[in-house]
């Protein structure tokens, strides 16, 4: 269970610093028998620091809970 919180924690600091991600998917333009065209079409993907936050804050409720060994 230790390792679980660590790992949410760990997350909750990586969603916290990188607050925005961007990808791309490729989308057809021009279909025309042997002549394909394609654009690559960006998506943006954001959260607010906030919610990096909220999970370091669960991950450390379950590390602090979790029994001792």
């Known amino acids: 269970m230790r390792k679980a919180g660590i790992v949410i924690l760990i997350l909750g600091?990586?969603?916290t610093i990188f607050t925005a991600i961007t990808f791309f998917t490729r989308e057809k333009v021009v279909d025309i028998?042997?002549?394909?065209?394609?654009a690559n079409k960006p998506h943006h993907l954001s959260w607010s620091p906030l919610i990096g936050i909220a999970v370091m804050?669960?991950?450390?409720v379950v590390v602090l809970m979790s029994p001792k060994k």
């Open 57 to 60: 804050g669960v991950g450390g």
């Open 13 to 15: 600091l990586v969603l």
């Open 33 to 38: 028998g042997s002549l394909k065209i394609t």
